[in-house]
């Protein structure tokens, strides 16, 4: 199962259009894929260093979720007031979009699968 979602990720559209994107700004550096580091920094406080707690009551844990859910899920929160049509999942909350809003798709990608690789 992880190796069919690491196979769809790294095929997956999400990495591909970050590589790109990557590569044309010339800005990708190494803590753009640091998940661990970017995870610790901005986002363990709420959701636990193992990402094993719950921030409010009816949100579950996120460790060891679908890494490619992760990764839409954050963007949803992260362009929600943007009205991005082509998106399926729309999420609205204030904290979840201050703790996004300056996270680059690259680091997105990096930040999912680090949770997901968690347990
Ligand atoms: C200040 C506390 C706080 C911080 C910091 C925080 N979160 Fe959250 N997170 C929340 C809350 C509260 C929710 C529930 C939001 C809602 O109602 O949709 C949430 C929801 C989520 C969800 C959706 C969970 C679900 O069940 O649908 C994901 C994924 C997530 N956060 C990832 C992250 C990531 C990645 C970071 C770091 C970049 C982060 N969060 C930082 C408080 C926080």
């Given amino acids: 199962m992880k190796s069919i979602i690491a196979a769809l990720l790294a095929s997956g559209s999400l990495v591909a259009a970050d590589a790109v994107q990557a590569n044309n700004s010339g800005t990708f ?3 753009d ?3 661990a580091a970017i995870y610790k920094q901005q986002c363990s406080l709420c959701h636990g260093e193992k990402a094993e707690k719950s921030p409010e009551s009816g949100v579950a844990p ?3 979720r ?3 859910v992760l ?3 954050i963007r ?3 362009d929600q007031d943007k ?3 082509t998106y399926t999942m729309h999420k609205s909350s204030e904290i979840m979009k201050n703790e996004t809003v300056k996270l680059s798709d690259m680091q997105i990608s990096a930040l999912a699968k680090y949770i997901s690789g968690l347990k």
């Fill in 71 to 73: 990764a839409l899920t």
């Fill in 76 to 78: 949803a929160y992260r």
């Fill in 83 to 85: 009205g991005v049509g």
């Fill in 29 to 31: 550096s190494a803590k």
């Fill in 62 to 64: 996120l460790a060891g």
């Fill in 33 to 35: 894929i640091d998940g």
């Fill in 66 to 68: 679908d890494a490619t």
